[in-house]
T-cell receptor, first 110, second 116 residues
Framework: GEDVEQSLFLSVREGDSSVINCTYT??????LYWYKQEPGAGLQLLTY?????DMKQDQRLTVLLNKKDKHLSLRIADTQTGDSAIYFC??????????FGQGTILTVHP | GAVVSQHPSWVICKSGTSVKIECRSL??????MFWYRQFPKQSLMLMAT?????????EQGVEKDKFLINHASLTLSTLTVTSAHPEDSSFYIC????????????FGAGTRLSVL
């Protein structure tokens, strides 16, 4: 079945860049997503990328996709303390069911 | 942006009672809504997929008689936890897929259920 893996923790200093990595196994993945979850809250869609794209940039966020290696990354430039949260990578074959990674806890130190 | 409202945000109930959680898409129509369960410090586990006007599709291991799902309109789905027990205590999150942009799921803020 589908599997999505993420590293569990990332700690960075305020102002540095953060890179969160994700690998997936389903070669039929059509869409790949990054969601952010703050404590006690639901998930906020940060960005998504279609599988025929290599990169997508949106303000401080850059998503890189290596389809050959089934590797997805999220880079947050100029990381702020407000970026501290859990970041989930997810994939979907087309419409519907999302398969999530375990989530990466990002901690930003002043 | 698209908003999904989930209500209540927190509920405490006695063992044996039933609890209903509502999920509404406020500014878009959602033919499909999803219900997830999240345990502390864990990822989201899909419980069921709900399509407007039809029966929900449950994931393996999820008891459909325990977790009743109704998707009565294009903007509302409800999850009822029947005869709740302490092991049902969890964080329940719904999402709604835009009828037009079907690949995008927007999430509610979640409901924390505590069963005493």
């Amino acid at each position: 079945g589908e599997d999505v893996e993420q590293s569990l923790f990332l700690s960075v200093r305020e102002g540095d860049s953060s890179v969160i990595n994700c690998t997936y196994t389903d070669s039929s993945s059509t869409y790949l997503y990054w969601y952010k979850q703050e404590p006690g809250a639901g998930l906020q869609l940060l960005t998504y990328i279609f599988s025929n794209m290599d990169m997508k940039q949106d303000q401080r966020l850059t998503v890189l996709l290596n389809k050959k290696d089934k590797h997805l990354s999220l880079r947050i430039a100029d990381t702020q303390t407000g970026d501290s949260a859990i970041y989930f990578c997810a994939e979907s074959p087309q419409y519907g069911k999302l398969t999530f990674g375990q989530g990466t806890i990002l901690t930003v130190h002043p | 942006g698209a908003v999904v409202s989930q209500h209540p945000s927190w509920v405490i109930c006695k063992s044996g009672t039933s609890v209903k959680i509502e999920c509404r898409s406020l500014d878009f129509q959602a033919t499909t809504m999803f219900w997830y369960r999240q345990f502390p410090k864990q990822s989201l586990m899909l419980m069921a997929t709900s399509n407007e006007g039809s029966k929900a599709t449950y994931e393996q291991g999820v008891e459909k008689d325990k977790f009743l799902i109704n998707h009565a309109s294009l903007t509302l789905s409800t999850l009822t936890v029947t005869s709740a027990h302490p092991e049902d205590s969890s964080f329940y999150i719904c999402s709604a897929a835009d009828r037009v942009a079907k690949n995008i799921q927007y999430f509610g803020a979640g409901t924390r259920l505590s069963v005493l």
